[in-house]
């Protein structure tokens, strides 16, 4: 088993929501307005090896984004440490501060939104290698046509603007720009989420393909378990801002441990037919302004008792490099 390249260690993100126009002026007539707060990531432990996928996956709102943002620098965590290579991201300086912010890069869900339109391609995929000194003026157009046949585009096209491309194109431009940085590690965040489901599995395809030509790590966000499935090495499940079930992919999908993980599979039609049945979720996932206290999923849960009412249930070692956080693996 290979050493771990990332590790996530007790990290929480809270972010004050924003006051909307009536209650500014409901402050300013003299109201109190309370100030929210949003416990976006609550407490979240999981360890990546070098070279695995971890699939993570939860329902919109759960803290996904929020995570994959943090392990790419984009947001600075509220509590805990994100390592990579062992050294705590966030006491970071100068060159070491950029050199780490460069081998950890994100794939966006929206090629379209990430992608400035008035940037052609190989400004897109250009720009930050020679920001950073990868590639000389003078090496730079061999470089931008090397990063797109990587991704399997033509470079006679690297004039062109993002809109003159189909969506499968725009995700391949999105890949290249992250790659023309030489990381180690992708955060794919709902990466294929907007493509056809054909041009899903060429996407899937050129990440795996990508992962053992350049020796990639992924953490791979998506809301469809369906997804991860066939991509992941493991697969982290979060809930409402908490991780709660982390292990090999295929235990995962043969032996569900925590009720909302085998509710995720009830969802999915093949696996519910073909496999066992467990019952489908229930209800709305509940606000991260307000979450339900004990086990965040209580009210959701099938199997809930007074215990999981009143005490958050730790993430526990409940096999080999299996975990989940459930009141029902204490009592068996
Ligand atoms: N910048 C922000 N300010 C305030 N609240 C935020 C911010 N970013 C995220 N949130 C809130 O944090 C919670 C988690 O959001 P996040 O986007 O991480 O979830 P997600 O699981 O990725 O969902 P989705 O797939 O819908 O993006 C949500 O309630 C969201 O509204």
Redesign the pocket.
Known sequence: MSEAILEIDGVS?R????LDLAERAARMLGATVRELT????DGVDLSIRKGEVMGLV????????????MVAGL?PPSAGQIRFRGRDVASLKGADAREAALKVQMVFQDPMSSLNPRMRVDQIVGEAPRVHGLAGSGEIDAYVEAALQRVGLDPAMRKRYPHQFSGGQRARIGIARALAVQPDFIVC??SVAALDVSIQAQILNLFMDLREELDLTYLF?S?DLGVVEHISDRIAI?YL?RMVEQGASEEIFTAPNHPYTQALLAEIPTFATTKKTYSAIKGEIP???DPPPGCHFHPRCPHAFERCRVERPALKEIAANRYSACHLNDMS
């Open positions: 993100k972010f004050v929501k924003t949003v416990h976006a990531v939860g329902e919109s709102g759960c803290g996904k984004s929020t995570l994959g943002r947001h965040d709902e966000i809301h979060m801002g606000s991260p302004i």
